[in-house]
């Protein structure tokens, strides 16, 4: 017999994942630690250093376990959508800044990153009428290898390393930085063919 009663669990299926959730939470903690990162990071003195690049360290890790938790729990909201990518590109953009202001990284490899990366997301937001642009593999390498790099030249490293082993730790912080900005450029040529090919669909009648 059919009947048209609805029960309790197709309200959410109807209205969506509730905004207030852990994935959303995780995304707010990231945008509030990324002002905190800064602060630090503007102080002098190595202790206040090392105090930056972990809280760097822990906005990274809430920005890859925020979309497994929307994703695994069906926790994607419209503010997710939003807020993550924001969030995102405000602590790794303000950690290449600062690293340049620092003294620590080319101001020339800090503007194609951010040219980058404003640009491409800003495109994916255009494109959004037609097709979603999903991260590509060579985005997500492009990430991990920014991290990489961002956390070897944030770290501090003559605090607890001999001048030789921290010498080797930012020359591999540097090869990650070189990598990545290699992985950047190619992604986003292939980001903006991407949007090109749709948009060319799109008009095809």
């Known amino acids: 017999m059919n009947t048209t009663a609805t029960e309790p669990g197709d309200a959410r299926a109807v209205s969506g994942p509730p905004l207030l ?3 959303n939470a995780l995304t707010v903690l990231r945008l509030i630690l990324v002002p905190v990162f800064i602060w630090l990071m503007l102080h002098n003195g190595q202790g206040a250093h090392l105090a930056a690049t972990l809280v760097f ?3 990274a ?3 890859k376990l925020d979309g497994q938790l929307a994703r695994s729990r069906g926790l994607i909201t419209s503010f997710g959508k939003i807020a993550d990518p924001i969030a995102d590109k405000a602590l790794t953009l303000s950690a290449f800044v600062l690293l340049s202001v620092s003294g620590r990284l080319w101001w020339w490899v800090t503007i194609v990153i ?3 990366e404003l640009g491409i997301t800003a495109l994916r937001f ?3 009428r037609r097709a979603v642009m999903a991260a590509s593999r060579g985005g997500k390498l492009k990430t991990m290898l920014q991290m990489v790099g961002i956390v070897g030249l944030l770290t501090p490293w003559p605090l607890f390393l001999s001048e030789l082993f921290a010498t080797v730790f930012m020359v591999i912080a540097y090869a990650a930085v070189g990598a990545a900005l290699v992985v950047t450029v190619v992604t986003g040529v292939d980001y903006v063919i991407q949007a090109y090919r749709i948009a060319r669909r799109r008009q095809i009648p």
């Open 21 to 23: 959730n852990i994935a």
């Open 57 to 59: 360290i822990v906005a």
């Open 61 to 63: 890790i809430t920005d």
């Open 114 to 116: 951010i040219v980058r």
């Open 126 to 128: 255009v494109m959004l």
